[in-house]
Each structure stands twice: as C-alpha cells, then as structure tokens.
RNA sequence: GGAGAGAUGGCCGAGUAGGUCGAAGGCGCUCGCCUGCUAAGCGAGUAUACUGGGAAACCGGUAUCCAGGGUUCGAAUCCCUGUCUCUCCGCCA
C-alpha cells in the first residue's frame, strides 16, 4: 500500500510511475475521496468535540432538570454524528479499498519496459551445457527412472499434481535439507516452519488480497487460504509490530509447500513439473532498516545464487521490467536456470525488494530511536529455491546417455551417499 | 465436539450500582539531581493512528481499555455478535 500522504502530495509524479506498469490510470478518483475523507472528518469531530464537553458538564451538575435542555439538544447532535459517520466510514471504505489495489511504485533502477521481452539480462553463470546426446526432458527422464509418476498423482488429485517415489522423493528432501542448510548456517537465516494455511489479514499484508483471491486455493468454513508461497505466513510474522532497531535485519528462511490455482495458465507447460498446483519451496525473507534495502536485495540474491553455483547449474540473472515486476515489487530478479531438455532458460528464483509497500500494508514498523517515531521497515524475498524447478534442473543437466542421472557431490551425503539414479 | 474463565498502556496489574478514566499502582525505559563505588534515593517524562495550525520545536481536536455492532446527553464499565487465550471433559496424529 502507498501512503495517502504520499500520494496527495505527489500525485502526478505517483501516477507517472505507476504507469510505467503498463496499466491506464492507477490514481482517479483519488483526490476526491481524500478531500471528501478529510471533510466529512472535520466535520464529524467538531461536533464530538462539542458533544464531549457539554456531556462533560452535565456529568458535573447534580441536578439534572438544569441541563434537560442540553441533553436534548446533545441527543440531536449525536444523530448529527451518527449520519456523518456511516457516510464516513463507507467513503473509508471506498478509499481503503481503492488503495489496497494499487501497485506498488517501481524502484529507480527497474527497468521501465512493457514485458518480459523487455527485462534486462545482469550477469549470467555458468556455461549452457550442450549434450553429446539429445537430451531428454525431465518428465520422459522422471518417468523412466521411475521417481516421477505424473499419471498417479492425476489420479489421486488431478492435473497438475504428481506422485513422487523413491530416489525422486528424497531427491526433492535432499534439496530442501540442502537448502535450508546453507542458508541457515552459511548466510545466517534464522530458519521458520511457519503454518501452511492463513487468514484474510495476512493475505492482505502481503498484497495477494484483495486483487489475486482467484489465483488461491480458498478453504470454505474457516475463511482461510492455502499459501501460495511462505513469503506470506513469513513476512506476517510480524504484522503489527514494532520491531528494535536492533533487531534489524530479520532475516528468515522457510521450507514450505506453495499452492497455487494457476488460474488463466491453462495449456502453458502442461507436462513436467515445471507448473504444479503444489510445489515445494525454500524462501528467503528479510526484514531491514530502509537505508539497507538496496543492498540486501543484492545479497539475498547472491543467497539464491550460491545454491545454483553449488549444484553447478548455470544460471543468469535478470532484472525484471516495471511491465514485468509483480503487484508489491519495487524491482525484482529472477534467476533462470538452464535447462537442456528444452534448450532455455527457466525461472527458479525470484527476487524483490517491496520497499515499505508491504510493511505498511501489515503495520510492520521499527523505530530509529527510542524516542523516535515509528517508520516502517523494508521487507524482501526471494526463493533460495523453487525445489521441484532445481529437482527438474538437476535431471535435465545431469542426465547421462543411458539415461540415468549424477547426483550433484554437494547432494550426496543428503542421499545416503548415492551417486547416480539408474533404472531400476 | 461439550462445560467454564478471561482478553486493559512496553510488561505486570487496579478499575464492574455508566460521568471527575487515556485510564490508579508497580516494573521497565529516558532525562536531570544526588551520591562515589558495580546499589539506593529524589524529580520529571514515557502509547498509537488520523486530523487542524506552524518553517520547525511544538500546540489543538478526534479515536483507540481484543474486534464489530447496540443502549445513553455520556461506556473500559451495560447489551448482542465474532475472534483469540486458558482450564476441565470427550476425541485424536
């Protein structure tokens, strides 16, 4: 969420940038809800204030035939409030809602382009590697070792689930050990198991409500959600906070399952596991001072990165254009892997900074000193990986010609010792 | 799922025949004084949001005692609904 403030005084600059986005108009209608806010606020306070001192007297005078005209006239006055409030909460309403559904406003360094044609390539690692042998996809590489059964898991649910087994399956717990790991004891991550499910609020704290409910898995009686990443329960850890300073940065990293509708995807990567209803992740989360937030952006990518360096899969970097960068981004990279079996490269990572738009949208404040006002904070996110991307990654590049796969050395000891999966 | 108890400021904790309660008291914290030894004492201060004025320091208004409604001239205090926490019973990984 933007700062009212921020908007009334900058409207036009606001509205230039976020046009950079793509969309038409982000801003009308704003200036006259504000203005009808601010008046209606006047209004109704004037005649609180009125109402608070005489009932202030005629709390002190004990007999209370004197003031019966008082009273009278002070139950007018609270109709008069009563009116002005319904209209004041539904124009609260209006302009709450308005600013809920507008974006965030891109960082100075995105990119401004319309879309991902547009995204702009940083540095990439690694070289593509070319197969002495056609290459395999990993849904025909998955099936034939017998890790990957795609038909099982259509039955069990449907399209877009799949029924992982043996080496396949603890492949992907390899991963997420890996993962969790590294980033624990090598980069500092405090790591979290948070709940999978979450409320409204939450949701909206992170800006997947109210503009995004299709693209979630809805339970029906409690009002929750299945996360669609644990960026949400995550960055809510600290909803309505105010953090110490020196508690600054807060750094998380989190295994978890994402569920996702994948609503308007349909017919987009229907084999594999490149696009699943459900799919592991490792995420990274930082909270931090403003003035930090550029840089940890930088280093947090560098977290994702090394697990990519580790497992020796080239990668690039790109930044992602204002066209491009999600609801709540300011700037985003994404890591792309490479992939053989479809000769491109494909998104593992994704890596932004959403500056105080999330920390304001979930009260998520610090103050610089203990008589300082509070200020919100800066919140980030990364995966630090997409597991079923890198399980996919690691098939495609390292398949051999007979059809079995290496496992990457930094795996093994999370694989019992094992060194290559072979047909059975 | 059944029965009961409770939700007050950074923390603890008063406050139920409605008014003088933004809220006693204690702790913590900040500043000052005193003192000279790792302490105690004394004084002052110590919530958040919105909003008006001011260049600013700051000053004023409104709201907030879990949340949302209601009664009333007036509610932390009364009524209704919801959420959460705790205890007991049942069930259960």
């Keep these: 969420m933007l700062d009212m403030k ?16 793509g969309g038409e108009s982000y801003l009308g209608g704003f200036r006259d809800l504000d203005e009808r806010r601010r008046t209606l606020l006047k209004e109704g306070e004037t005649l609180k204030a009125l109402r608070n001192t005489v009932s202030d007297e005629i709390g002190r005078t004990k007999d209370k035939s004197l003031v019966q005209d008082k009273i009278v006239e002070m139950r007018e006055v609270s109709q008069k409030i009563k009116g002005l409030d319904e209209e004041l909460n539904q124009v609260d309403d209006q302009l709450n809602s308005f600013l809920l559904t507008v974006p965030n406003i891109p960082h100075a360094t995105t990119p401004v382009g319309i879309s991902e044609n547009d995204n702009v390539l940083v540095r990439s690692w690694g070289e593509p590697v070319t197969l002495p042998f056609k290459a395999m996809a990993h849904w025909d590489l998955g099936e034939d070792l017998g890790i990957l059964d795609f038909e099982r898991g259509a039955k069990i649910t449907g399209a877009r689930f799949t029924l992982y087994r043996g080496a396949g399956a603890r492949l992907e717990r390899a991963l997420i050990n890996f993962m969790l790991d590294l980033h624990g004891d090598a980069h500092g991550y405090q790591e979290v198991l948070p709940p999978f499910m979450v409320n409204r609020d939450s949701m909206q704290g992170t800006g997947q409500l109210p503009k995004f409910e299709d693209d979630l898995f809805k339970l029906v009686d409690p009002d929750f959600f299945m996360i669609p990443t644990a960026e949400v329960p995550v960055t809510n850890i600290h909803r309505g906070e105010i953090l110490k300073k020196s508690d600054l940065p807060i750094s998380y990293c989190a295994y978890t399952p994402c569920f996702r509708r994948e609503a308007g995807s349909y017919g987009k990567d229907t084999r594999g596991l490149i696009r699943q209803h459900q799919f592991n992740k490792v995420e990274l989360v930082k909270f931090v001072h403003p003035s930090e937030s550029d840089a ?50 494909r998104e593992i ?9 999330q920390a304001r949208r979930a009260s998520i404040r610090f103050r610089e000193d203990e008589k300082a006002k509070p200020e919100f904070v800066h919140t980030l996110n990364g995966s630090g990986l997409a597991v079923g991307r890198t399980l996919v990654a690691i098939l495609e590049n390292y398949q ?25």
């Design 400 to 424: 051999q010609e007979d059809g079995s796969v290496l496992i990457p050395e930094v795996l093994r000891p999370y694989m019992g010792g094992m060194e290559r999966i072979s047909r059975l």
């Design 349 to 357: 990572s994704s890596c932004s900074t959403f500056g105080d738009f």
């Design 6 to 21: 921020y908007i009334r005084e900058n409207l036009d600059e606001t509205e230039r940038s976020l046009r950079t986005r």
């Design 296 to 345: 940890a952006l930088e280093t947090l990518t560098g977290h994702a990165e090394k697990i990519l360096q580790l497992l020796k899969l080239p990668y690039r970097v790109m930044a992602l254009c204002s066209g491009d960068i999600g609801f709540s981004a300011a700037k985003t990279y994404d890591l792309e892997v490479w992939l053989p079996g479809q000769s491109c490269y």
